[in-house]
């Protein structure tokens, strides 16, 4: 799968969050190490705290269904009427990426691809 195709893909899933607070919508698109692509959006709640972002979404709907390789995530996001923002995984999506992820794991934006070893240098691992 080529990152165009997971940032269209990404594209796809924005449409789909539940951003009525920030107005600001994340899609991603999780490519497995087997191929298979897991997407996600951004679903907000008044009490922010339960709150849960596209990336968290794609991965744990691939763990759910016994995922535990992953490649690439493509994210798209921002502001209503900007249909071809750049963001980028949260702190707690970069921890949860942690847990699954190498350093050579890529994250593709409309602004470019990053390994995660540069998103997330000296990244705290788990046992």
């Not at 940032?7 to 969050?17: F, Q, Y």
């Not at 942690?98 to 705290?124: D, K, M, N, Q, W």
């Amino acid at each position: 799968m080529t990152d165009l195709e997971l940032l269209n893909l990404a594209g796809e899933a924005r449409k789909r969050a539940y951003a009525p607070y920030s107005h600001f919508a994340v899609g991603a698109a999780l490519l497995c190490a087997d191929g298979s692509v897991y997407t996600g959006c951004n679903i907000e709640n008044a009490s922010f705290t339960p709150t849960v972002c596209a990336e968290r979404t794609a991965f744990f709907k691939a763990v759910y269904d016994g995922k535990r390789e992953f490649t690439a995530i493509a994210v798209v996001g921002g502001k209503e009427g900007d249909p071809d923002g750049t963001a980028f995984p949260c702190g707690v999506c970069r921890q949860v990426m942690a847990e699954f992820c190498t350093e050579a794991f890529r994250v593709i934006t409309p602004e470019g691809s990053y390994s995660f070893g540069e998103i997330l240098p000296h990244a705290f691992g788990g046992i």
